[in-house]
């Protein structure tokens, strides 16, 4: 299979063209020839005009590669090796919905011919792909597992607004069905990833591998939300405290905050789902969630507590909140936990504008349903919230911030740390 993409005797399929799924199409697309499948087929008009619609990429990034988009199922014919980046998300209960992944095996069952590969990039629980995924494939196709067909699993490692980590420079893991799948799968990967692979002995090791990546990074995040809240009631700021224990060459450096995102609020559900099926309860797992996702709800409530104790009456207050997405410099608002801070402040009947210089005002309108402002009023509000560190906050000083308030008791919320010793007329708070 290998010696096939590489002569172009072969072609590769991508079946989802989003953060994941278009970065390492074209990087494929470098050196084999390429399909690129969505089934949102704007999305795919765009891509042929050399448009990225999640704003990652430049019109550059698809110079020299040997790409075709589409929209159209039977293009996936024509293809012999096939990577599956689809989204997995959460349904309100917080378990896995495998509806677009099972949705993507379809599609790719529909063209899988004897000899074909299938390998899955999306993060999953560990067993998803071999349990969940390749009996649709079999039933689909009428093709039997390891026998006509071999499947990988390879996790996706994308970090949207990392131009340093990116898919040539991060270690890719990679997984197989038997060892000639796992062998074909990794140098096939090995043509784009400079930094290597690293070789897992199954495709549930990898898998697992993928889920803790981000378990492990909620958990350590959680302890540091929970202790900034513990430091707030003490009425000691939690940045400095990190900044002292840092001096220590072995502590880990977590910052507190929201922890939103289609990866980090995520992925851990899908390992205490995984865990709760087998008859363990993963306590661990599960406190660190509930903390994380009560910091939304939390930070409402001390920015009303502050405004209380200026004399300001919430229900005459209007507040601004700067930064939607779930990081700063990107556009994915994707489980963005801003949203909880201003569903809470809401709940208090205060009025809130919501700015962000980055987010798509459709996508807000369609995901959320509420509109964002386009820019902040002068003089209008009891407190700002500064939510996100994008570029163009990073610049403001407190006088551009006073210039905001309604007068001098103006209260700043800094949920990232950003002003820290910076304010000294304004009332500021920070997690």
Known sequence: ?????????????????????????????????????????????????????????????????????????????????????????????????????????????????????????????????????????EEISGLKFNQ?????????????????????????????????????IAKTYELVVKAGTHRASSIKVAEASKIIENTQRDVNIALINELSIIFDRIGINTYEVLEAAG??????????????????????????WKSDKLGYHARVINSGRHVNDAMGAHVGKQVVKKMLEQNKNPLDARILVMGLTFKEDVADIRNTKVVDVIRELRSYNITVD??????????????????LA?????????????????EPYRAMDEAAFEALMKDDKGIIAD?????????????????
């Open 354 to 371: 919501v700015v962000d210089p980055f987010a798509s005002p459709t996508e807000v309108a369609h995901e959320y349903g509420f509109e």
């Open 1 to 137: 299979m290998y010696q096939k993409l590489i002569n172009k005797e072969a072609t590769m399929s991508v079946v989802g063209l989003g953060y994941v799924g278009l970065p390492i199409a074209l990087a494929f697309a470098k050196h084999i020839k390429v399909i690129g499948f969505d089934i949102n087929a704007e999305r795919i008009e765009m891509m042929r005009n050399n448009v990225d619609p999640s704003e990652e990429l430049e019109a550059k990034d698809f110079d020299g590669c040997d790409i075709t988009f589409s929209a159209d199922p039977e293009d996936l014919k024509k293809a012999q090796f096939h990577i599956v980046a689809v989204p997995t998300p959460i349904n309100q209960s917080n378990h896995p919905d495998l509806k677009p992944l099972l949705g993507a095996s379809r599609t790719v069952a529909s063209a899988l011919k004897p000899g074909d590969y299938v390998v899955y990039e999306s993060t999953v629980y560990p067993g998803c792909t071999e349990e969940d995924c390749v009996p649709v494939l």
């Open 415 to 431: 949920l990232k740390g950003l002003l820290r010793g910076q304010i000294e007329r304004l009332n500021y708070w920070s997690l």
């Open 247 to 272: 001096t220590k060459w072995n502590f880990l450096k977590f910052s507190p905050g929201l922890v939103g995102g289609h990866c980090i609020g995520i992925d851990p559900y899908y390992l205490t």
């Open 148 to 184: 006509d067909f071999k499947v990988g699993y390879s996790p996706e490692r994308i970090n949207p607004g990392d131009k340093v980590n990116t898919v040539e420079t991060i270690v890719k893991v990679v997984s197989g069905s038997d060892a000639e799948s796992a062998e074909d």
């Open 374 to 390: 386009e820019k902040p009023k002068t003089a209008s509000y009891d407190a700002v919230v500064l939510a996100v560190s994008h």
